[in-house]
């Protein structure tokens, strides 16, 4: 009897064991999988509050560079890889949708 219990005891452990394992490679993953994500983000920006152009042809480059200047930023045509409006359009034009940003580097 005293075997058996013993034997449980020690399945038990190694169970424990194996569990405590698991959560500290899970654990490693997700760290690693959010380093990715922010590393793949690095040159893209959301920026609320541009001016939509008029008609369906926004020119959201030519926006960004705009305020760039208005806000004293150097920013040329050639540092950015495009820029898209987020979201449907909005009936009312104070709130612009959210413009994404994608920056040739960080």
């Known amino acids: 009897m005293v075997e058996h219990e013993n034997k449980v005891n020690q399945l038990e452990d190694e169970k424990e ?12 993953i997700i760290f690693q999988l959010d380093r990715q994500e922010q590393y793949i983000r690095r040159e893209n920006i959301i920026i609320y509050g541009l001016e939509e ?6 020119d959201g480059e030519g926006v960004l560079i705009l305020t760039a200047i208005e806000l004293e930023i150097d920013l040329q045509p ?3 890889r495009g820029v898209n409006l987020l979201g449907q359009k909005r009936r009312k034009k104070e709130n612009p949708r959210p413009s994404f940003a994608r920056f040739v580097s960080s």
């Open 17 to 28: 064991q194996l569990r405590n394992d698991m959560v500290q490679k899970t654990n490693l």
């Open 78 to 80: 050639d540092d950015t």
């Open 53 to 58: 152009g008029k008609g369906d042809n926004n």
